[in-house]
Structures are given as structure tokens and as C-alpha cells.
């Protein structure tokens, strides 16, 4: 018995892992075990042997069980201690500083704008950008054959034989988000809309996606002063000067009657653009007041309400203030122009942290 007791007891102390140890406890005191074997010797002994025997063999099944029990928390602990010596994390090293991500021009730009604009208490809406041709153009007062819609270059969505959706097109400007969100809201109506849109055209200031800011504004009593109040308040945050002076060209925009390009006084110093003073008129975007049918398509009485629009590219008024000559870098995905124009994203664009970097 003390042969047996020796065996078990080292065998238990040996097992690597929990695995090991029941094959160790199905060899002793398993049914078939060499303990448990002998337990039903028992039967075949003289009560006195059987007294002596007895005792013995159950003191030693117990002691055999409970050196499994002590082994099996012995391995659950090492085990334990093993994984936090793995998993041990010193939360107090530096971050690592190579391989850090910034902002794209376009994301700050977006940022900054989304700012000014939310200070004077625009909303940001959004829309898709895969729309029907009734939103990009028809909602907008652009019938089938307008000739805005061969100049815009647009990108249709390729139609399976049979198919009787709607057409579908890239949208070619943040405009149709103007009669959706009407069409949401009613009016009255405060909102941005920053995002992509798509045209097929390529050189130094086109790309075929490129990223405008849509604004619009529905009330009563809405009028072109209102328009040019916001615009300049934006221009001289966005640009972080004191003074701006912005000059309204009568355009023609089928969505907006009357309509205005707006021009913003410059000046360029060995390519650095100064805003608010100089003898340069920079165009910086379409504007207007909201064409009675596109109040209309959105669901709005154009008798009783009246609203000004504005649309302005994103990646054109980040390359003016960052100085950033061609457009098409910005789509290229090259890490070192992402470096040296992108933004660290910790730096969030505030009005008081004056926009600028
Ligand atoms: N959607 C026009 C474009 O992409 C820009 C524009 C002009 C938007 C006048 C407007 C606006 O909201 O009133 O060229």
C-alpha cells in the first residue's frame, strides 16, 4: 500500500497539465483504477483483514483525491500567473510615434467649415451620393434637356435591361441634399451639406471626385442680405483675417433666382494668397436665393416662404488656404504629401483655437 501511495502521489505531483492529472486519477481511483481494484478485494478477505485493509485503502483513495484537487488549483494558478505575465501592458510607455495617421486637408477643411457654420447654427445634413436624376437635376429645376446637364459631365449608373428604377447618377453636386432636406424637415430649413460629388473630368483643379459644402437657408422674410452676411461672416473665420470684402457677380444657376458667383478680394504674393485687401477678385462660389420650384419640389409653398443657397468646393478652398498647388495630389494616396499637408487629429478646429493650425 505504501508502494502505491508512493506512485500516485509523485505521479500527481509530475502531471504537466490537467490532461496529464486525470489520466493519473483514472489510473488510481477510476473505476477501472489500481486503488479502486483493490477496494474490491475487500470482498474476498476475512473480516479481520478487512478491518485493517479497509481503513487503510479509503485513507488512501482520499489522500490520492485530495493531492489531485491541491495539484489541479497548483496548475490553474500557474496558469494564471503565466497569462499576466504575458498580457502585462505598461499603460505609462510613450505612444508610438511612427506609422502616426493625419487628417486629409479635405477632413480638416470639412471640420473647419462644419464649425463656422454650426457657430451660426446651421445643421449638417447629408444625402446619398448615388441619387436619382430627379433630386440631382429635375427636383433642381434642371429638366431633361437642359443644357447644365451635358456641362456637368455626369456619371449614370449602368441600367440592366428591364430595370424600370429610376435613373441613377453620381451626384454631380451637394445640391439635390437641398430638396431632401426639405422635403424631411419643411421648412424653416438651416443646414450644411458637406460631401463627395462626382464629375468625368481630370486636370490640375478637376478630379472626378471632388467634395463641395451645400448651405441653405428657408424662412420667412429671407433675402439676399442674409446670404451675404453669413458668407462674409464665414469667409473671415475660415480665413482667420479681420476684414473681407466679398463682390456678388449676377450668374445664372437654374436653382436659384437671382443668382450670384461671389468673388472674394485678394491679393498673391510670391504665391501666397492674402485675403481682404489687394486688387485680385478670387471666385469662390455660386449662390442665390432658392427658385420657386425648387421650394416646390421640396414640399415647401414658395408664396409663404423664401430661402438663399450657396455651394462651395471643399478641396478649392482648402487648396487656397494651405496653399496646396494641384488637386489631383489629393487622391493619390501618396503617404509623404499625406504627411506634410495632413493634420494631426488631436488638433480638432475650434472659433476660439482660430481654425488654423
Ligand atoms: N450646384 C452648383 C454647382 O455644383 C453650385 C451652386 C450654385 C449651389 C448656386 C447652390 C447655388 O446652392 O445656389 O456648380
Known amino acids: ?46 473480516p479481520e483483514e478487512r478491518q485493517t485493509v479497509g481503513p487503510a485503502l479509503n485513507a488512501l483513495k482520499e489522500e490520492v483525491n485530495s493531492a489531485i484537487a491541491a495539484r489541479k488549483t497548483a496548475l490553474a494558478d500557474a496558469a494564471l500567473e503565466e497569462r499576466l505575465r ?32 454650426a457657430d451660426m447654427g446651421f445643421a449638417v445634413a447629408e444625402g446619398p451620393r448615388v441619387d436619382t436624376d430627379w433630386y440631382n437635376f429635375d427636383a433642381l429645376n434642371i429638366p431633361s434637356h437642359h443644357p447644365a446637364r451635358a456641362e456637368m459631365d455626369t456619371f449614370y449608373m449602368h441600367r440592366a435591361e ?19 432636406t426639405m422635403e424631411k424637415t419643411g421648412a424653416p430649413v438651416r443646414i450644411i451639406c458637406p460631401g463627395g460629388v462626382y464629375r468625368a473630368d481630370y486636370d490640375q483643379t478637376h478630379t472626378p471626385m471632388f467634395h463641395q459644402v451645400e448651405g441653405l ?15 462674409e ?6 480665413f482667420n483675417v479681420e476684414h473681407a470684402e466679398l463682390r456678388f457677380r449676377a450668374s ?11 468673388d472674394l478680394r485678394c491679393s498673391w504674393d510670391k504665391g501666397q494668397l492674402k485675403v481682404g485687401e489687394g486688387d ?25 416662404y423664401q430661402g438663399f443657397a450657396f455651394g462651395m468646393g471643399i478641396d478649392r478652398i482648402a487648396m487656397l488656404k494651405y496653399g496646396i498647388p494641384d488637386l489631383r495630389a489629393f487622391f493619390d494616396s501618396d503617404l509623404r504629401w499625406l504627411r506634410h499637408y495632413g493634420f494631426t487629429a488631436l488638433d480638432q478646429p475650434t472659433l476660439h483655437g482660430g481654425l488654423a493650425r
Request: zero cysteines; a negative charge.
Open 1 to 46: 500500500m505504501q508502494e502505491l501511495r508512493d506512485k500516485y502521489i509523485s505521479a500527481i505531483a509530475e502531471a504537466e497539465d490537467e490532461a496529464a492529472l486525470e489520466s493519473v486519477r483514472l489510473a488510481a481511483v477510476g473505476k477501472k483504477g489500481e486503488v479502486s481494484l483493490k477496494m474490491r478485494e475487500l470482498g474476498k478477505m476475512t
Open 86 to 117: 504575458a498580457e502585462w501592458l505598461d499603460v505609462t510607455l510613450p505612444a508610438r510615434r511612427r506609422g502616426q495617421g493625419t487628417l486629409h486637408p479635405v477632413s480638416q477643411v470639412t471640420e473647419e467649415v462644419t464649425a463656422i457654420f
Open 162 to 180: 428591364g430595370d424600370n428604377r429610376p435613373p441613377h447618377v453620381l451626384r454631380t453636386h451637394t445640391s439635390p441634399v437641398q430638396v431632401r
Open 217 to 231: 437657408v428657408v424662412d420667412k422674410d429671407i433675402s439676399m442680405a442674409h446670404l451675404k452676411w453669413v458668407l
Open 233 to 238: 461672416e464665414f469667409v473671415k473665420a475660415f
Open 252 to 262: 445664372h444657376f437654374p436653382f436659384t433666382e437671382p443668382s450670384a458667383e461671389v
Open 280 to 304: 485680385d477678385w478670387m471666385e469662390i462660389l455660386g449662390s442665390g436665393m432658392v427658385h420657386p420650384k425648387v421650394l416646390a419640389a421640396g414640399g415647401i409653398d414658395p408664396e409663404a
